[in-house]
DNA sequence: GGAGGCAATTTTGTGCACAATCATGCCAAC
DNA sequence: GTTGGCATGATTGTGCACAAAATTGCCTCC
């Protein structure tokens, strides 16, 4: 009784052992992102095989898919490297994220007020995380919650298809980031992250009214993104050679 | 004299014979975008193979890189699909495009005016090509010259990064385009496509005075993205099967 | 002393073969 | 007649082995 002649529809993926390779992929996109490994560094394949105590084919595949994110660089016959973006491609980057990220704040903006109790649950205990993070000084930590912070906006927009482009662009500017910040420290924007989310929850300074504070949300969001691009200098050409293997140490 | 202790500086691809992988990848692109396989359609390795007169791992490696750009869908162990997007995931990528396009078009009319010769030669090809395929009756080719259209605007801006994501979405929404459109025929939008050229090109019926139709252009691009997405009926679920090998018969 | 070329080693690319998994058709039982 | 399980065939997943290419070190020559 053959009933369905037609193409058969495709279910989701049950998500079975692949979760190998998506740790790695997680593993390797982390320490890019936290700067453990700058931009320009060899990815070996081998080495990497051993690291995480996979086969070769597997790393083969790990690197496909991240070359696809632009956050590594596929090169015939040479090897992976970590991405190095030029400042043109960092301008773009940080263009794209003001063009994506505005939406984004405009779509929060039209949200019905007052906003769900369980998202500004999530925005206090993010503001938490980056307040215990700033205290402690732990910059990685700092790093990876305030690409959290703007993923989670995303998410609150309620397009995942936005919010992947952006986690893609949000990946590279951390990579552009490393590639061109100045040598002199830098504050790290946790205030901005703060006053972001007073004005989105309606904690901030409009103390009375019903002042939900949008318009200055995507202000500040603007604000914030410009402050973070003119942090950088889009001149150095910056490198560094590290050895794997005491990187991924705690992984594999 | 070792002089770099650094990484070494990734040099561009000099685009050897991997060419033979983006050949595959833009075969199965343009067939997926013109209607020829259709969402659902399985994409079996051996019988890709077999067509493109490669091995299976290359397929392998061309389908991996798809489905990164959600273009199919890669089930465990039963192998790959032409992505069928949600209803939702329709909305999302219209959307999307609506957010980028916009900006692509902000970008354009903040161009030094007059457009330089070389943008609106390109223009004006685009716009005789489109209307030699509307008289010739050649969908096939409208749809290609259409997504080429929106690429063309995006190139133009003069922001590259934002190019690749409109090209992935602009490849999304022709999945959604082949998912939901309406069994009705639709009017295929070229001459949105000519209203805007017109807006940009000052041509229009602005006949005298300086004004370039600027904003003109972006309403006219956030109308006609509208109109395209209302075309859809994001309710339907349709699935059919195809033969692989007459499909591909002229690739190869 | 430095530059250029050559050989050895390391690293990447590719195809093949086998293992694992899933779809299909068949048979038996209810 | 329908449902359930089972065996068979087909398809995908994975590791391995070999081929190709590049980097490195070394030697010779200028």
Redesign the pocket.
């Given at each position: 009784m053959?009933i369905a002649l037609t193409a058969?529809p495709p279910r989701r993926s049950p998500r079975?052992?692949?979760g190998a390779e998506a740790r790695i992929v997680r593993s390797i996109g982390e320490a890019i992102a936290d700067r453990r490994l700058p931009p320009g560094t060899?990815?070996?394949?081998?080495?990497l095989a051993q690291v995480f105590s996979?086969?070769?084919?597997?790393v083969?595949k790990v690197l496909l898919l991240l070359a696809q994110r632009q956050v590594v660089t596929?090169?015939?016959?040479?090897?992976?490297f970590v991405a190095k973006p030029t400042a043109q491609e960092a301008r773009e980057v940080f263009e794209a994220r003001r063009v994506i990220e505005r939406a984004v704040m405009d779509k929060i903006c039209a949200l019905p007020r007052p906003l769900p109790p369980a998202m500004l649950a999530r925005l206090n205990d993010h503001r938490a995380q980056e307040e215990a993070a700033e205290r402690a000084g732990d910059r990685k930590a700092l790093i990876r919650l305030s690409g959290q912070f703007h993923l989670l906006l995303a998410e609150f927009a309620g397009n995942g298809t936005l919010a992947t482009i952006l986690a893609s662009l949000i990946d590279r500017s951390g990579l552009a980031i490393a590639a061109f910040e100045r040598r002199t420290a830098h504050t790290c924007s946790a205030e901005d992250h703060r006053r972001l989310i007073d004005a989105l929850a309606g904690t901030g300074d409009h103390t009375h009214g019903a002042g939900c504070g949008c318009a200055d949300a995507v202000t500040l969001m603007m604000t914030h993104l410009d402050a973070v691009e003119a942090q950088l200098d889009l001149d150095a050409t910056p490198d560094t050679a590290v050895d794997l293997k005491s990187i991924f140490a705690e992984d594999g």
């Open positions: 053959k058969s079975g052992r692949g060899k990815l070996a394949e081998e080495s996979v086969s070769r084919e597997r083969r596929l090169i015939p016959n040479r090897g992976a």
